[in-house]
């Protein structure tokens, strides 16, 4: 199976949770047993969207029971004959392969014949940065031996790339550093951030440079953090920032 | 079906189909006005040196059939000599 396939390197690895838990997109050949009335395909392939109860394969990563996931859309590209050409936005952990052939069992069969992953959270193949192995050691061969970083440059992107479909919340200079020694963010500390984020969500931490510091829990909601003055703002869960980067505030 | 496959890269149908972080519409709201930060410290992500950018980036990989994707980032992590690296979620 093809299609993209976000890679955290170094001091990155850990965000690849981010990316874990993120939304994908995937375009899906799906092979039918028996030929089906377009109608009928896609009265079936619209029950599978929103919704769905999914077993996972025998040969999966997680426990064997029975687990809602959400189809975020379903579209149907192409039909010929018993092939059908389709485009699914899923909830993380959805498998496309078991999602074919459960359309199969209201069909009359169907098999995967194909998968090509389309977007992984904020990456996506349209984006200008899809690069291959291949693209990959030519760069580090541009680099290594003529000094040109440009295309390691470009392949290679900043970590933060990785937390752009994450709320954000920025932080002071003077505030940084104790959230690099694992101390929470205080509402004093906060700059800025952005709207609709709910008390429990996901966010990123991010500098007034726009650098990663740690991504962790908000411990209350946008409105109370931008007007309160005491409290818990956020709680880091990995932090990435290095001690020491900022200096630590000075002692009043 | 060869033309089915060739049209899962990009293909001509438009794609307006979004995930929905990609509807969510968010504004930033500015708790501190006078909040500066100071040159000293820090860098700005797209200024970052580009020995510390290869220990500490993300690449939006093009996974061709074959290789698993565990493979896959261990080849990333071996062409670029560095100690770790993690995917985003098996393609296989």
């Known amino acids: ?252 | 079906m060869e033309k089915l496959t060739l049209r899962m890269r990009g293909g001509d149908s438009v794609n307006e189909n979004l995930l929905p972080f990609e509807k969510e519409k968010r504004s930033v709201l500015v708790k501190r006005k006078d909040a500066i930060t100071s040159d000293k410290h820090g860098c700005r992500p797209e200024d970052r040196k580009t020995e510390d950018l290869i220990n500490y980036g993300i690449i939006n990989l093009e996974k061709q059939a074959g290789p698993t994707s565990h493979q896959v980032t261990s080849y990333a992590r071996d062409i670029l000599h560095v100690k770790k690296a993690g995917h985003s979620g098996t393609l296989e």
């Open chain 1, 1 to 252: 199976m093809t299609g993209i396939l976000p890679i955290a390197i170094g001091r990155a690895t850990r965000i690849v949770q981010l990316l874990l838990t993120a939304g994908k997109e995937y375009v899906c050949l799906m092979h039918l047993h028996k030929n089906i009335d377009e109608k009928r395909l896609r009265e079936v392939c619209a029950e599978f969207t929103g919704k769905i109860k999914q077993l996972p394969p025998v040969r999966s990563s997680v426990k064997r029971q029975l687990r809602e996931r959400t189809v975020y859309y379903f579209e149907i590209i192409e039909i010929n004959g018993k092939d059908v050409l389709f485009r699914a936005g899923t909830q993380a952990g959805t498998y496309i392969r078991k999602l074919v052939s459960d359309i199969g069992i209201k069909l009359g069969g169907a098999h995967m014949v194909e998968l090509r992953r389309t977007k992984a959270g904020p990456f996506s193949e349209d984006d200008g940065t899809l690069a291959t192995l291949h693209d990959l050691a030519d760069a580090w061969h541009y680099y290594k031996s003529e000094g040109n970083d440009k295309y390691i440059r470009h392949v290679i992107q900043p970590v933060e790339r990785a937390v752009a479909h994450i709320p954000k919340i920025w932080i002071t200079d003077s505030a940084v550093e104790s959230l690099c020694h694992g101390a929470p963010l205080h509402m004093p500390g906060v700059a800025k951030l952005e709207s609709g984020i709910s008390k429990g969500d996901t966010v990123a931490i991010m500098t007034l440079k726009d650098e990663i510091v740690a991504y962790g829990k908000a411990a209350d909601s946008s409105e109370k953090i931008l007007k309160d003055e005491k409290g818990l703002a956020a709680k880091a869960e990995a932090v990435f920032m290095k001690e020491g980067t900022y200096p630590r505030p000075n002692p009043r």
